[in-house]
């Protein structure tokens, strides 16, 4: 038998993979783009792969109407084809109705604008926000929305309930994407390592200049934690003794998540 042959055919299925894990990455990263896009030295800065790779590998997925080009900009966005293939699974997660209650319940009580974030791979993706009765309402992020885990109050909660040694490698994974948000490795893993003392993520300035945030974890029932909920308001909202009382709130509630996720 041709060992050249069973040797290529050993290591076919291994090249497959990787081709289809940096296809992922590249979406990824053009997802957190939204409907702007993102522009290729972007993509091969955030993906550490190099050029003619990424433009191999964008150029398919434009082919299969993954990606589309904008004429106007030149940035690569998230196709058209994406959300009729996700039209598959119209029904909303457990997570999403397990969270319902709890998100209204904390709306009502806090007042502040509330967000439910899940973790996706390497990401968080925002999936879910109410906004309160307060007129100064804190709309950072909008569902849709994907950050790198780390640069956001949920992300350093997320990373805070996992085990350290699976928390430090997702963050130095992220370090070339932590750029664009004007933090790094050691500024996340202090955050994180702020969050466990705690018992919840805290941003003492969140991504809109002068607000702040804190988040509480959600863990699945096997112990994963896959979600967190969050408070963002004006600084002035939450100072020392109504940053506990919110607190204790999304603990609260994210516990009755957790609860009715794993009934």
């Not at 041709?2 to 053009?30: C, E, F, H, W, Y």
């Not at 196709?79 to 109705?97: K, T």
């Not at 070339?176 to 969050?195: H, N, P």
């Amino acid at each position: 038998m041709d060992k050249t042959r069973i040797a290529r055919n050993a290591i076919s299925p291994r090249q497959g993979a990787q081709a289809i894990r940096r296809a992922l990455a590249v979406l990824r990263i053009l997802a957190a783009g939204r409907e702007d896009g993102v522009p290729l030295a972007e993509v091969i800065r955030a993906t550490g792969l190099t050029r003619p790779t990424v433009h191999r590998i964008i150029h398919v997925l434009i082919e299969e109407g993954i990606v589309e080009r904008h004429e106007r900009t030149g940035r690569y966005a998230i196709g058209n084809q994406v959300p009729e293939l996700a039209l598959a699974r119209p029904r909303p997660s457990r997570l999403l109705i397990a969270a319902n209650p709890s998100l209204q319940r904390a709306s009502t009580e806090i007042g502040d604008t509330m967000f439910l974030t899940v973790r996706t791979g390497n990401d968080t993706l925002c999936v879910d926000r109410r906004i309160g009765i307060y007129p100064i309402q804190v709309l950072s992020i909008e569902v849709g929305a994907r950050r790198p885990l780390g640069v956001s109050s949920a992300g350093v909660a997320i990373l805070a309930a996992m085990p350290a040694p699976e928390a430090r490698k997702i963050v130095a994974a992220n370090e070339k994407r932590f750029e664009a948000y004007k933090t790094d490795v050691a500024t996340v893993l202090g955050e994180v390592t702020a969050a466990r003392r705690l018992g919840y993520g805290l941003r003492e300035i969140g991504l809109v200049q002068g607000t702040k945030s804190i988040s509480t974890w959600i863990k699945t029932p096997d112990g994963r934690p896959a979600a967190a909920i969050t408070v963002s308001a004006v600084r002035t909202r939450l100072g020392p003794r109504r940053e506990q009382e919110v607190a204790e709130i999304l603990l609260r509630e994210a516990r009755s998540i957790e609860q009715a996720i794993g009934g």
